[in-house]
């Protein structure tokens, strides 16, 4: 009798190879160099605070994964600058900021693509039905951003009061991250020390960021007459994923005429 001829057992199926890992940006650049700076001379290291090295990388991450364009404009800040010093002969002295950041939020109203962020996967935009704004404070351990809540339905004087109490906090003993969390938009502004322009960085998951530097008179012709006016110079860095250039100009111009009238900005 003869033995029964077994089937061979079929082969196993090929295990499929892993995927390849993406090589961790920026992988295709060479390192930063690694230098023994004592060889040149004498040096010192200091070690930096938690925040800074948070805000470093934080910054470092935003800078790399986000498309900024800035854009740079002026406003004319004369009827501003006339209506703070009338406020300041009746015992209320407030800065330029407050009504930036009351401008801004009117200004997030008006462009809701600036009042959004992307989803995860950027396939989407997530568009906000709330209006509050950050305010970069420089701080002795490094940069915080207090978030001014509900900035569209406070006025002029109740931000500059919480501005004010919330940077005193940031600058003493910092900030719960309750206070520096949930913004939709951010203002930098230099100019109580000076400069005429600069790329302040988004802070994610934001889309928009805008940078204020020092006013300055300058010559300009009206009605045919040579007359000095004060400019206010702005830089609004966006992410070219979700804005254009030419939104990005308008915003900045609503902005402006919003200055130019501060005593309906102040109602």
């Not at 090295?53 to 006339?82: G, M, Y």
């Not at 396939?123 to 207090?146: C, D, F, Q, S, W």
């Not at 000095?228 to 308008?250: E, K, Q, W």
Request: proline share 9%; aromatic share 6%.
């Amino acid at each position: 009798m003869e033995a029964p001829v077994l089937a061979a057992a079929p082969a196993p199926a090929p295990i499929p190879a892993p995927a390849p890992v993406p090589a961790a940006w920026p992988a295709t650049l060479p390192p930063m160099p690694v230098m023994d700076f004592a060889q040149f001379g004498e040096v010192e290291t200091v070690a930096l605070s938690r925040n800074q090295k948070l805000v470093a990388s934080f910054l470092s991450r935003n800078w790399a994964q986000i498309p900024h364009v800035t854009h740079h404009d002026e406003a004319c800040a004369d009827a501003l600058e006339a209506f703070r010093r009338e406020l300041a002969a009746g015992g209320v002295k407030l800065t330029p900021l407050p009504f930036l950041i009351k401008a801004a939020a009117r200004a997030l109203a008006a462009f809701p693509r600036f009042n959004a962020s992307l989803s995860p996967d950027g396939g989407a935009l997530v568009m906000k039905r709330y209006v509050h704004i950050g305010v970069a404070v420089e701080t002795p351990n490094g940069l915080m951003v207090p978030v001014i809540r509900d900035c569209d339905k406070k006025s002029v004087v109740e931000i500059a009061g919480e501005l004010a109490d919330k940077t005193a906090r940031a600058r003493a003993k910092g900030l719960p991250m309750a206070d520096m969390s949930g913004g939709c938009f951010s203002v930098s502004s230099l100019g109580a020390i000076g400069g005429t322009a600069f790329t302040p960085i988004i802070n994610a998951p934001e889309v928009a960021i805008l940078g204020v530097t020092r006013t300055f008179e300058r010559l300009a012709l009206a009605d045919g007459k040579l007359v000095t006016t004060l400019a206010m110079p702005f830089s609004l860095s966006y992410d070219h994923r979700v804005i254009n250039g030419a939104d990005a100009a308008r915003f900045v111009r609503f902005i402006a005429d919003q200055l130019a009238d501060p005593i309906d900005l102040a109602r």
